[in-house]
């Protein structure tokens, strides 16, 4: 496997939804009083994020959006990241602007003057540690292709995609921009599943996303089986095949499965792992093989796709260990430890 990086500014540009994330502990008849599918995200409007905001117990603010924290990821384990998405000029606008500015990210994108206020995510922890998120989009979903920033995408090795965005027709123009923009420019395009009910919306356009634009997917299991509709993994597997270069496809507990050409690697999950909080999960896995696909051993062009699922499963292994979906130790420092 090789990736071409010759002249890269960054090694990761990810486009999504910049929002603010308020995560709380909260039991599972809260989730039943509010109708909430468990481990799921539901799209919300601003009343109904009201609402459900003051009904919630004491939780803590922090940058997030699911890209964004992919790039926050790799940012930690010493990567060069950049960061396209869209956000108000307003209070929120600021924290997430300020918070992805210290971790060394590069954010192009202009504040949106008027319109939707910052977007934010409800993140509802229940004690088995599954996440229930209700998020209010606003001012992503304005996100098009005059946000894309020609010149970074170009100058990044690899475009990474986040499905959450894709539910506008503004955000598919500005992905198909971006993905194109990467191709012309010899760099590569990855994409996100996101989510299963994500992936039922949008099916059959994902496909054709996947099929035409994307060289590395990443997916869980249960996206990828929603994505070709069928009933084992194994299934899923051979439909995948063939659709994009690479496919690093997570597992929870049983690791992570990486297709890459007639390659098959299975990398078990990190063990002994104590989880108070599955958010982010995916996201820095993604991140950790991201790192791993740019920046490969030995300074050389080889890329070893068991190195990067490892690295995903590790970065993985220390999100879920603490509340919240950004590092609370520097992710070069875990890996460091981890692989000695």
């Known amino acids: 496997m090789t990736t071409d990086k010759a002249g890269a500014r960054y090694d990761v ?6 929002i603010v994330d308020v995560l709380s502990h909260e039991d599972d008849d809260f989730l039943t009083r509010h109708a909430m599918t468990k481990g799921t995200m539901a799209l919300i409007d601003a009343d109904a994020a009201d609402r459900l905001y003051d009904d919630m117990g004491a939780g803590i603010e922090c940058s997030g959006g699911s890209a964004a924290n992919t790039i926050a990821g790799l940012a930690s384990l010493g990567g060069r990241g950049a960061f396209i998405g869209k956000v108000r000029d307003d209070q929120l606008g600021k924290v997430f602007h300020h918070d992805i500015k210290a971790l060394g ?24 540690a599954e996440r229930t998120m209700n998020t209010y989009l606003g001012a992503c979903v304005e996100l ?21 965005l894709w539910d506008k027709d503004n955000a598919k123009a500005a992905f198909v921009k971006a993905a194109e923009l990467a191709h012309d420019a010899g760099r590569e395009v990855s994409l996100s599943l996101s989510d299963p009910f994500c992936v039922d919306r949008h099916r059959d356009s994902f496909r054709d996303l996947v099929e035409n634009h994307v060289d590395i997917l990443f997916a869980n299991e249960d996206e990828i089986l929603s994505l070709y509709q069928v009933e084992t993994f194994d299934e899923a597997l051979q439909h995948v095949r063939g659709h994009c270069k690479i496919a690093a496809l997570t597992r929870s507990a049983k690791g992570s499965v990486v297709v890459g050409g007639d390659e098959i690697h299975i990398v078990d999950a990190e063990p002994d792992v104590q989880v108070a909080d599955t958010t982010g999960a ?59």
């Open 105 to 128: 990210v590069h954010f192009p994108t202009d504040a949106a003057a008027d319109g939707a206020s910052t977007a934010r995510c409800l993140i509802h922890v229940t004690p088995d």
């Open 144 to 164: 098009g292709p005059t946000d894309v920033d020609e010149d970074v995408v170009r100058a990044s090795a690899v475009t990474y995609l986040e499905g959450y």
């Open 13 to 18: 540009v990810g486009i999504g939804n910049a």
């Open 282 to 340: 995916g996201d820095a896995y993604a991140a950790g093989f991201l790192y791993g696909y740019t920046r490969p051993q030995e300074g050389g062009q080889a890329v070893d796709l068991t190195h990067c699922a490892r690295l995903g499963g590790i970065c993985a292994a220390s999100i879920i260990a603490h509340f919240g979906a950004r590092p609370e130790t520097p992710l070069n420092e875990v890996v460091a430890q981890k692989l000695g």
